[in-house]
C-alpha cells in the first residue's frame, strides 16, 4: 500500500489534519474551526479550542478505513507564518505524532502550501498567485527558486475586512459566505450601479489597502442597506484584487491565473478572474472550496514536495515562526 505523508494546519481559527499519497493524491481533511460568540478571535481562546479538540481529530484520522500508522512517511506542520498561542498547538501535536510514529518531521510556509494545493489540483502549472485569505492578500510569482510577493494589502486581509463589515451587522464569522449570498440576492433583483453605491477604490502601484473601504461601507450600509453594500463592497475590493493580478500577468509574461486562500471560495471573485483571464488569452484556476480555506491537506502536500527534495526538520529547528514569509521559503521543485 501507498505510503502518507500527514498535515496539520494550526495558523489562526482552523485546526485540521489531512494526508496526501506519496504519489499526490489529495485525501481530504479532518477540520474543526474556532468561531467566537463575540467579537474577532482571541489567539488563546483559539489556541485552547486547538488543544482540546486535537485528540478527536487525531482519533478521526486514524480511524480512517484503509489508515494504518506504519504507512505514514512523515508529519509535516505549519511553521508560519500566523497566531503564535495557535501555531505552538499545530508543532507540538506534529512533534507528538512524529516521535510516536517514529517518522521525520517537516515544517512548512502556511502560505506556500496555498500555492501548492492549487497546483496540485487544477494542473496549472507556473501561475500567478492571487492569495485571498483572512490574514492575508498576496499576489505572488514565482521567479527561480523563491514565491516572490508582487504585491499586497499594505494594512488588512481582504477576509478579515469582510469579517469585520460582517460582524458589525451581527454576523458570525465566518462573514465571507454571507456577504456573498447576501450581494448576490441583491444583484439578482437588477443592479443599477449607481454613483451613490460607490466606494474608496485602493490601489497603489502593485499594492492594495482594505481598511478605507471597509469605513466608508459601513456608513454606506446605513443609508443604502445591507445588500447594496456587500454587493458594492465586493465588487470594489475584488476588482481592486483583480486589477493587480493582471499587472502581475502583464509585466511577468505568465498566463495562468491561480486563486487560492478562503476568499477564492467566492463565486463572483472567480467570475472576474475568468473575465480578466479570457480578456487578455490567459486562464484561471482555483482548487476545490475545501481545499481553498485552511486545511491540513496541503500542509501535507507541501511536505510532501519538500520531502521528495530532502528536506527534513529536526526537532531543535522546529520552532515555529509566526512572521514567515512567502519569499523566505526556498523552492526547489518543479
Ligand atoms: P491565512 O492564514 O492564509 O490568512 P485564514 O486564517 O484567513 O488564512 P482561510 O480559511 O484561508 O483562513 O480564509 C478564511 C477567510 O475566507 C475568512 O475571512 C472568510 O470570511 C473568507 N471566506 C470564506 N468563504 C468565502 C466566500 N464565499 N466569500 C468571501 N470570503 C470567504
Ligand atoms: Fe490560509
Redesign the pocket.
Known amino acids: 500500500m501507498e505510503g502518507v505523508i500527514v498535515g496539520v494546519e494550526s ?4 485546526l485540521s489534519i489531512g494526508m496526501v499519497s506519496e504519489s499526490g493524491e489529495l485525501i481530504p481533511s479532518e477540520s474543526s474551526v474556532f468561531t467566537p460568540e463575540h467579537g474577532g478571535i482571541h489567539p488563546r481562546e483559539a489556541a485552547d479550542h486547538h488543544s482540546l479538540v486535537a485528540s478527536e481529530l487525531v482519533s478521526r484520522v486514524m480511524d480512517r478505513e484503509g489508515f494504518a500508522p506504519s504507512n505514514v512517511k512523515a508529519i509535516s506542520f505549519s511553521q508560519g ?2 497566531l503564535g498561542p495557535c501555531l505552538r498547538v499545530g508543532a507540538s501535536l506534529a512533534r507528538t505524532l512524529s516521535k510516536t510514529w517514529d517518522v521525520p518531521l517537516i515544517g512548512v510556509n ?2 506556500v502550501a ?1 500555492i501548492e494545493v492549487g497546483r496540485n489540483q487544477t494542473g496549472c502549472d507556473d501561475p500567478v498567485l492571487l ?1 485571498a ?4 492578500t498576496q499576489v505572488i510569482a514565482r521567479a527561480g527558486s523563491r514565491y516572490r510577493v508582487l504585491g499586497e494589502t499594505l494594512d488588512i ?1 481582504i ?2 475586512m ?2 469585520k463589515f ?1 460582524r458589525i451587522h451581527d454576523i458570525p ?5 454571507v ?2 449570498r447576501l450581494a448576490s440576492e441583491w444583484a439578482s433583483g437588477g443592479v443599477s450601479a449607481t454613483s451613490e453605491l460607490e466606494l474608496p477604490y485602493a490601489v497603489h502601484g502593485m499594492d492594495l489597502a482594505f481598511s478605507g473601504i471597509l469605513t466608508a461601507a459601513i456608513s454606506l450600509s446605513e443609508r443604502e442597506g445591507l445588500g447594496a453594500s456587500s454587493w458594492s463592497l465586493q465588487e470594489h475590493s475584488f476588482a481592486s484584487c483583480i486589477e493587480v493580478s493582471e499587472r502581475a500577468l502583464a509585466h511577468t509574461g505568465k498566463t495562468e491565473l491561480l486563486l487560492g ?3 477564492a ?3 463572483r ?1 472567480r467570475e472576474m478572474a475568468e473575465i480578466m483571464c479570457e480578456e487578455r488569452g490567459a486562464t484561471a484556476h482555483w482548487p476545490e ?1 475545501q481545499y ?3 486545511n491540513g491537506t496541503m500542509i501535507a502536500e507541501l511536505g510532501r514536495r519538500e520531502i521528495e527534495m530532502g528536506r527534513v526538520t529536526n526537532l531543535e529547528d522546529s520552532a515555529i515562526n509566526p512572521m514567515l514569509r512567502t519569499d523566505s521559503s526556498p523552492i526547489s521543485w518543479n
Open positions: 495558523t489562526a481559527h482552523t507564518p500566523g502556511h502560505c496555498h492569495y485569505s483572512g490574514g492575508n486581509g477576509g478579515n469582510l469579517d460582517a464569522f465566518p462573514g465571507g459566505p456577504i456573498e486562500g478562503g476568499v471560495c467566492n463565486g471573485l472550496k481553498c480555506i485552511d
